[in-house]
């Protein structure tokens, strides 16, 4: 599709008019954090975010859900609680965040459908923007691969100056573009600036990793029994903080909630995280990683290799927010230097 220009100062009209028809959602600064949350005005809007504090997961995975209600009796009748929401625009996404979505449409559409989270996800449009500078000190995602996007999304805002290029990802976006905007073609100067921007973005995000990402999943395979993960696991204090930020996170625990006069009942899912003891407890008491060693390395290797097994992507987009949260400041990169360097050594 044809690459687009939007001025500046069309920027916010823009906006405004879609929340006429959509429920926008986007970044606002509460207090010192960044937070995705539905706008009333354009103005609350904070284009030039860092970094927002919980990824957008939790509006296709709520903390809490209901999933279905049930009657007991004479016979059990079980109804599926499925939502119907309206039609959302998520404003602002950052190209890591548009990677983890990726990965959550093949856990919840692609490989097992899940009617909640594909109604949710059918009915919202994506508007990313580009990152032309890192976040922080503890932003790794070109070396995971993610700086870049070229799909999942309905448009992408690049910073040209005085005005956005703005790449048209889908037939919904081309249709909110022509509908609620002033936008025109690219000229060929703006496209040379574009490229330009695009190459300068390249330089301002230095590697962090000692090796090619892609080598992730044969590098942690190799070095599983390695000591170091104990030596990790002493740091780590067992919180399940990482996980509650992690933009790829889907894990789950689903219990039932029974009314008082026993006939009736919902059944909820709630976030979980490996991290926690009761995580891996089954039936009896038994404890398949009973060690903060094991539930520690299998989070590690979830993201590095696990889901790279099942899905061909990454479980890591580089967006550092399990490093800002962490108690022990355990940082992913450094872990995957060390561990790389086991390996090469070996």
């Not at 790449?167 to 249709?175: D, L």
């Not at 097994?309 to 490093?323: A, E, K, Y």
Request: proline share 6%; glycine share 6%.
């Amino acid at each position: 599709m044809p690459i687009m220009v939007l001025s500046k100062q069309d920027l916010l009209p823009f906006v405004e008019r879609m929340l006429k028809d959509y429920e926008v959602i986007g970044p606002i600064k509460k207090d010192s954090f960044y937070l995705f949350s539905p706008i009333s005005k354009p103005e609350d809007l904070v284009i030039d975010y860092p970094i927002a504090l919980y990824p957008p997961r939790k509006f296709f995975l709520p903390a809490e859900e209901r999933v279905l209600r049930f009657t007991l009796g004479e016979k059990l009748v079980v109804e599926p609680i499925v939502e119907r929401p309206g039609p959302k625009v998520l404003f602002g996404l950052h190209p890591c965040d548009l990677h983890s979505t990726r990965l959550l449409d093949a856990a919840f559409i692609r490989e097992n459908p899940d009617a909640n989270y594909e109604a949710r996800r059918r009915n919202a449009i994506f508007i990313g923007i580009d990152c032309l500078k890192p976040c922080d000190e503890y932003a790794f995602c070109k070396d995971m691969g993610t700086l870049n996007v070229q799909s999942c999304y309905d448009l992408f805002l690049t910073d040209l100056g005085n005005e956005y290029a703005v790449e048209i990802g889908s037939e919904r976006g081309k249709e909110i573009l022509e509908k609620y905007s002033s936008a025109r073609a690219i000229s060929e100067a703006e496209m040379a600036k574009l490229e330009e921007v695009r190459r300068e973005r390249d330089k301002a995000f230095p590697s962090k990793l000692n090796f090619d990402a892609s080598k992730l999943p044969e590098i942690l395979w190799a070095r599983f029994n390695s000591p170091y993960w104990k030596e990790l696991a002493e740091k780590c204090m067992g919180c399940g903080s990482c996980t509650l930020v992690c933009s790829t996170c889907y894990c789950h625990d689903v219990f039932d909630r029974v009314e008082l006069n026993l006939k009736e009942g919902e059944r909820l899912r709630v976030w979980d995280s490996c991290l926690l003891e009761d995580f891996a407890k089954v039936a009896g008491g038994l404890n398949f990683r009973p060690s903060r060693v094991e539930r520690l390395r299998h989070r590690f290797y979830r993201k590095g290799k696990y889901l790279w097994d099942l899905f061909g992507l990454m479980g890591c987009v580089g967006c550092g927010r399990c490093t800002r949260h962490c108690l022990a400041r355990i940082n992913p990169i450094e872990v995957f230097n060390d561990i790389f360097k086991e390996y090469s050594q070996a």
